[in-house]
Structure formats: structure tokens, C-alpha cells
């Protein structure tokens, strides 16, 4: 049975615990997979299974009353029963976590008309409006006793990559529940202008340029250097200006996006092939929507530059990638004028760095119409079913479980944390949405000699 185009996929709770029971099974194949005859591969029963609503009080947002109901994502889940699991260190929860599967909620809620994924939007969304603190951006991480952790280092009220991500995900459910609800989406806006006047404050548009290892690196992004947080910024201020038409937006996006172009590196015949950069010198798989956020900012800026960095990186970076089975990480340095890789990792290979490049990818179609770009989306898609240098299954329609991540050739994650099982939903809601993606997938899946 192949993938429909608009296909819903239904997931009554004994099917669930079956699905779990199915996927213990170390030698599970993808011919295995049952479906429904609607066809869908999104089956958000997992990450259902990681949502749970809690009571939380001591701040007042205008519209929400204290104390108040909140929805939050369990972190971690681990094989063989997927129990949550959580860290004495971070906590059980993450507006990281909660801002990507709020996203996914409202894309299924737009997709199916499932009112029970909006419910959990909003929810989720409540929690990470009580997560900022005073200074605008948001704490990351609670604990199991439900207070805010404001020590781990990856949860301090800064700007880092969890304060974008909260952008990113009001930004998004703004325009969903600015004709719905009115109350919580003034909630939104006021949060986003708080994070955003700070946000002002931050980006450096004096535009200066370091020497590192010998090569330029620009100084005016997210702690400096940081590209993939730029991405992140972008969409969010790209939501922001359209429905707060601040034309002073417009310059910020103009100032993240230059900075992204210049951490752009080789060309088509060498290397790194036109692949941008996440941090001064070096690239990582994950989080890198560089390509994604140029291309969504260069219909609004009217800027043809930014389309074609990133439809080079997508055509010349992303076929190096594949070529390679995909890598984790590496560094660049100059030797002789031109660049060399170093520092390469192949390992880990998680759901995140696949979710990236299917995103570009799309978006790449959906601006230019070539069929190419849709069609790669479907080949790297297929990396979750198979055709990845495991040969490993890593999403499972059945039960909405995706491994999360593979280790080495021979040995996989097989735990399914919230992570992995939202980038993978989001990256297979986005091909459910192009045929030409879905065919692709279709195709590549069975010549691997697997169906769904």
C-alpha cells in the first residue's frame, strides 16, 4: 500500500500497545508495517504518548488564569517500553521540545481539521509563555516537580536556541489562533514583543568580520557565529512582520540573512559545495534551516540571491551528503586556497539532521517548481525507512515511534525520545503534502526490495 496525498492516519488505542508490542521485535522490517486505508504514514500516537497536561500557578499571564493547566512533552523515552523517562540534571521537560510539537500540532491541525491537535497546540504553547521570564527570553528545561529549572546550562532565560525555538512556535500558532481565539493570541503577541525588542537589541548591524584559521567569519549572529540559530530567527521574524508589518523587521532579516550568506562556503565543483556553515568553521547536521529560512525570506525581501544560495547548497551540498550516506559533523580549513574537510563525523545520524533537508528541499519546489528538488526530498526521506547506511527502519508507522538516532553502522538507538519523534513527524507531514515527494518515497522504498 503506498502513502496517500491526504491521508489520515487513525490511531485507536489498542492499535498503539499492539504497534509497541510489534516493535520490540529486534528484526522488525518495513514490510511489516500495517496501515490503514487511508494510506498515511503519520501516526502521532507516540508523541501523543509523551504529552501530558499539568497544573502550574505563580505567574499571570493577562488572559490565562494562575494556577492554570499547561501541556508539556516528556523528554525522553527509552526502549523497550517507552516509558518517560526523565534527568536529575535537566527535568522531564523542554520548551524545546514543546515549541517543535506544538508546530507539528497546528501543521496536522491545518492538515486534517484535528481538533484534538489544536487543543494540544494551545496547551503546549500556554506552557512556553510560562516559561519566559522577565528579561523576554524563556527558561528551557522543569523538573518533575514542575518548578523551572534556571540553572542547567542549556536552560538559563538567554538567547540561545530554546528562546528562538519559542519564537519560532508562537510566531507560528499566532495565525492559527488570531481568528480563534483572541484573547490567547494577544498573549502571543505580547510575549513576542517582549522577546523581540531584546532580540533588537542583540543583533549587531555594524556587520564586523573575524579571521579564524585563516578564513573571514562574520561576528553579527547569534552568539556571533552561530548561522543555525539565524535560521531559526528568521522564521519567526518572517511570521512576526506579517502580521505585525514592522517594517524594521524587515532590516533584522536582512542582517541575519547576509550573515548566513556569508558563512556559505566552496561552489559546485568544490568542496564543501556550497554548504553554509553552522558555526565559524564548522557544520553540523542538525538544526542547519539555513537553506529553508533564505528561501521563505527571499519571497518577502524580494532577494534572488538568497534563493540561489540556498537551491546551490540543496543541489550540490545536500547530493555530496547523500553520496555519503550522510555525515554527522566536520570542519573546514584552508589549505593551498581551497578548503579542506576535517574533524569528520559520521556518527550519530539523527532524525533532526534528515527533518532540515527534507524542509529545504520542499521549499525549494514549492518557490521554483522544479520537480528535482521534490524529488530529492522523497530520496531523503527515505532514510527513515531503510535507506540509510544502517539499512535500518527508524520511523514506524504503526506505532508513530522513531529511533532515535544511529550510532554506527551495526548498532542503533533504539530509544524514542521527543526529539527524534517530532522531527520525523514533521518531516513526513511536509511529504505527505508534495505527490511528487511521495511518489519518490514510494519508489525508493520498494526498489530497496521493502514496502510499507
Known amino acids: 500500500m503506498q502513502i496517500g496525498k ?3 492516519m487513525k490511531k485507536p488505542l489498542l492499535l498503539f500497545f499492539f504497534s509497541l508490542s510489534l516493535i520490540f521485535n529486534v528484526n522488525y522490517k518495513l514490510h511489516s ?5 487511508t494510506g498515511s504514514i503519520i501516526n502521532s500516537a507516540h508523541l501523543d504518548s509523551l504529552y501530558e497536561e499539568i497544573n502550574v500557578d505563580n505567574k499571570t499571564i493577562s488572559q490565562i488564569p494562575s494556577p492554570r493547566r499547561v501541556g ?3 523528554i525522553y523515552s527509552e526502549y523497550p517500553d517507552y516509558k518517560w523517562v526523565g534527568d536529575s540534571d535537566e527535568g522531564i521537560a523542554a520548551v524545546d521540545d514543546a515549541a517543535r510539537a506544538a508546530v507539528f500540532y497546528l501543521k496536522y491541525y491545518k492538515m486534517y481539521g484535528s481538533r484534538e491537535s489544536l487543543i494540544k497546540a494551545k496547551k503546549l504553547l500556554e506552557f512556553i509563555l510560562y516559561m519566559q521570564s522577565k528579561n523576554g527570553f524563556f527558561y528551557n528545561f522543569i523538573f518533575d516537580d514542575y518548578s523551572i529549572n534556571r540553572v542547567h546550562k542549556n536552560s538559563i532565560n538567554e538567547p540561545n536556541w530554546w528562546s528562538w525555538r519559542a519564537m519560532w512556535a508562537l510566531s507560528e500558532g499566532y495565525k492559527y489562533f488570531v481568528n480563534i481565539d483572541k484573547g490567547f ?10 522577546v523581540i525588542k531584546e532580540l533588537k537589541k542583540l543583533i549587531n548591524v555594524e556587520r ?10 562574520i561576528t553579527w549572529l547569534p552568539q556571533k557565529y552561530a548561522s543555525d540559530q539565524a535560521s531559526i530567527i528568521i522564521l519567526a521574524l518572517l511570521n512576526y512582520y506579517n502580521f505585525s508589518k514592522d517594517g524594521t523587521i524587515l532590516e533584522y532579516i536582512n542582517y541575519l540573512s547576509n550573515g548566513i550568506l556569508t558563512s556559505q562556503k566552496g561552489d559546485s565543483t ?10 565559524k568553521n564548522l557544520w553540523h547536521g542538525y538544526g542547519n534551516l539555513q537553506s529553508y529560512s ?10 534572488k540571491d538568497l534563493l540561489q544560495a540556498a537551491v546551490s547548497e540543496i543541489k550540490y551540498f545536500y547530493k555530496y551528503l547523500m553520496n555519503q550516506n550522510y555525515l554527522s559533523s566536520f570542519s573546514i580549513k584552508k589549505k593551498n586556497g581551497k578548503f579542506i574537510q576535517t574533524d569528520t563525523k559520521k556518527f550519530s545520524q539523527i532524525a533532526y539532521d534528515i527533518r532540515v533537508m527534507v524542509y529545504a528541499s ?16 522523497g530520496k531523503i526521506a527515505s532514510w527513515f525507512f531503510g535507506n540509510n547506511i544502517a539499512k535500518a527502519q527508524m520511523y514506524f508507522p504503526l506505532s508513530g515511534i522513531c529511533y532515535d538516532g544511529i550510532n554506527s553502522q551495526n548498532i542503533i538507538n533504539k530509544n524514542s525520545g521527543a526529539e527524534s519523534t517530532i522531527e520525523a513527524l514533521l518531516a513526513l507531514l511536509a511529504i505527505e503534502q508534495n505527490q511528487i515527494a511521495v511518489n519518490t518515497l514510494n519508489r525508493v522504498v520498494v526498489r530497496k526490495g521493502n514496502k510499507f
Open 6 to 8: 491526504t491521508a489520515l
Open 33 to 37: 508495517q500495517v496501515k490503514s486505508n
Open 72 to 74: 508539556i512533552i516528556h
Open 185 to 194: 493570541s494577544e498573549d502571543i503577541y505580547n510575549s513576542l514583543e517582549k
Open 208 to 217: 564586523e568580520t573575524k579571521t579564524i584559521n585563516g578564513k573571514k567569519v
Open 270 to 279: 568544490s568542496f564543501p559545495y556550497y554548504a553554509i556553515m553552522s558555526w
Open 294 to 303: 533564505l528561501l521563505k525570506a527571499s519571497s518577502v525581501l524580494e532577494r
Open 362 to 377: 520542499i521549499e525549494a519546489y514549492n518557490i521554483t517548481k522544479d520537480s528535482a528538488y521534490a524529488i530529492k526530498a
